[in-house]
């Protein structure tokens, strides 16, 4: 399959053109909009449909291949707010506060892309180990770790930094996957053939309705480009790039597949906009949510939907070769 049409699978996938269609009605003022208890239980849905089927591949992989694939997620969570907080420091001139904010959020990850890119590569007929969940958790929390004690070094934590991380651990992404994978594992394929039917089949459907929202709220954070500037508009798409080739040649280098590698890759492109922004707004209260909400959500979200998976995708298997 060639890149072109990589592309064009991705462009017309039902979750791709979910996500246009709600940053459309935004823009045509449609009265289209989600209670805001939708929204929750879709995304309670989601992340625990994915640690569940997570947790029970988890179960039958070998031992070796997950602990080699949890260390390089978590070598990259780790490295990546180091470079980026530097970046923006050195480069684009922020006050640490703000790097420190912004190197969290694309340090850290996003289960939606994630969970788009897992979709995406089902329909391409090339899907990642099923294990690549747990990597999703382990690289959730340390580039935001990182990245408040960068700022805590630079004197720029103004708030509770020590109280950010408790409220991370415990919150709904985590306490959803890490518990999703715990129950697939102990529960096995036995355990959950049972459950399939519900957390198996509807999945996309889901998927697209959620993906539908998220174009309304990406499209909401439309007018605050202006705030952001260029630089950040360029870090908030070149970074991403070359994370996530970094994450595809690591999963190469580790010997995931191409899906896996793909898997990687997006997970290291990624922009967290749930975990991130909760850990911010108690240790750095005086970063601007304009920068660091528009970059993640507007910019490196669409982007990497759009443009991102088909990218990486497209590298994994030019890697592999024919």
């Not at 070149?238 to 597949?257: D, R, T």
Request: proline share 6%.
């Amino acid at each position: 399959m060639t890149t072109l049409e990589l592309v064009r699978l991705n462009l017309l996938s039902p979750m791709v053109l979910s996500f246009v269609l709600g940053a459309a009605a935004h823009l045509v003022r449609s009265d289209l909009k989600f209670p805001d208890q939708v929204y929750s239980a879709l995304s309670i849905y989601l992340l625990f449909a994915i640690g569940l089927k997570g947790g029970v591949a988890l179960s039958v992989a070998p031992f070796g291949t997950v602990i080699v694939a949890l260390l390089a997620g978590f070598a990259l969570g780790t490295a990546i707010p180091l470079w980026s907080f530097h970046i923006l420091t050195r480069l684009g001139k922020f006050d640490a506060s703000n790097a420190a904010a912004i190197a969290a959020h694309y340090g850290s990850v996003s289960a939606v892309t994630f969970i788009a890119a897992t979709a995406y590569l089902q329909s391409a007929g090339l899907p990642a180990e099923g294990f690549m969940p747990a990597v999703l958790a382990v690289m959730e929390v340390p580039a935001i770790v990182v990245a408040l004690l960068l700022a805590k070094l630079k004197g720029a934590a103004d708030g509770d930094w020590r109280a950010a991380l408790p409220e991370v651990l415990a919150g709904k992404s985590i306490v959803l996957l890490v518990g999703g994978l715990a129950i697939g594992f102990l529960a096995g394929p036995t355990g959950y053939k049972s459950v399939a039917p519900f957390f198996a089949d509807p999945f996309q459907g889901a998927l697209c309705l959620f993906l539908l929202d998220m174009g309304l709220v990406a499209a909401r954070r439309l007018g605050d480009f202006k705030q952001v500037g260029p630089f950040l508009i360029a870090f908030a798409i070149v970074m991403p790039v070359l994370h996530g080739v970094l994450g595809v040649f690591v999963g190469y280098e580790i010997g995931l597949s191409v899906g896996g590698a793909t898997i990687l890759g997006v997970l290291a492109a990624s922009a967290s906009y749930i975990a991130a922004p909760a850990a911010v707004r108690i240790a750095l209260p005086e970063a601007n949510p304009g920068f660091y909400l528009t970059a993640s959500l507007a910019i490196t979200f669409p982007f990497n939907l759009v443009v991102g998976l088909p990218l990486y995708f497209a590298f994994a298997q030019m890697l592999k070769g024919p």
